[in-house]
């Protein structure tokens, strides 16, 4: 069975940065059209940074590593999505404690609090079409299905799909929050650039735990 350990969550973020960089120019366009088409460039800065810091300071544990990393992405991204994305790893790092090695159930639950603590900060609910609408549905699908007692792998799959599905419904919706929601009625129809990118994450956590 697959272990969620400190290399496993150094895999993830190494995996991370190389999707981000891959669909870059996406996420730029994505935010091009509702927003100021920086989201792909900010990301790309922003986890080029953590792979630095988290060269330098060798965190020992998955829980440190989260840290370092949310910590990271909040001083180096000026764009909102940096202090959301930041604060997400840094709250579940926070929650993972010092535990050498969390199950999957303990990461959904750590990963819960990471998505509440974006929606206190952001004021962002599900359907204002934001990171949120594929943060939420991929985190409730590894919860549900880790407390199923689903194996990691299967968990990570359904977690992928909802995150995918959310991402791809913000097209449908008004953006009510950032800065998508200052065109109004005319961000309908188009996809957030976040939501994307929390899909590109999932499928670096799934890729994480596969290897
Ligand atoms: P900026 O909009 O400051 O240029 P980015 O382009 O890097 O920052 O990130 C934009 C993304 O951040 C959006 O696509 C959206 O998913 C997310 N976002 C912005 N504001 C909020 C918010 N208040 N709550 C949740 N997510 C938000
Ligand atoms: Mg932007
Ligand atoms: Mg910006």
Known sequence: APVLDTACFRRWLTETTRLVRRD??????????????????NLVRGFGAVGTAVAEARPATPGALLALAGTTLTNTVGGASGPLFGTALRRTGKVLGDRPAPTGIELAGALDVGLRSVQKLGGAEVGDATLVDALAPGVAALAEATGAGRPLREALDEACRAAREGAEATAGLQARKGRASYLGERSIGHQDAGAHSVALLMEALRTAVET
């Open 24 to 41: 870059s120019a996406r996420l730029t366009e994505l935010d091009a059209v509702i927003g100021d088409g920086d989201h792909g460039a």
